[in-house]
């Protein structure tokens, strides 16, 4: 972000500037958080997005698809062909809800459930590769939830 003499008009051209831009710096610290999981995910077999949908159903199994969408912020376009390779890798099972086929339940199966055991190394290598404390993670975390929330509710008062 432009410092607070950047702010000026004097200087406006400076909020054009990439390095000045709150997007950029998401962007490419997400594209840099992506390559840190890299390695740490490989000898699991898991990719980022299938370790984050891992996640979600390590702490609440049987979720409907949407529920799943949901909590990782995407929709069912996306996550459907994510869901199906998990499947096939033998992590998951998809079923039609019985009260309601338009409903699909996702649930780990026995190896997905396993795996969870074998990624409790995962964010401790990636804190330690980051060089924050646990208490910077943990505050960093909060303010980049706190500015996601804000965005989404501006993004609800422009629909």
Known sequence: MPTATRHSPRNADAWLQLDNQLCFALYSTSLAMTKLYKPL???????YPQYL????????????????????????G????LLKRMEAAGWLQRERAADDERRVIVSLTAAGSALRQQARAVPVQLAAATGCSAKELAELTQQLQDLRERMREAHAVDD
């Open 53 to 76: 949908a891992l996640l979600v159903l390590w702490e609440r199994d049987a979720l409907t698809v949407s529920e799943l969408g949901e909590r990782l912020f995407l929709d069912s």
């Open 41 to 47: 995910l490989e000898p699991l077999g898991l990719t």
């Open 78 to 81: 996306t996550l459907t062909p």
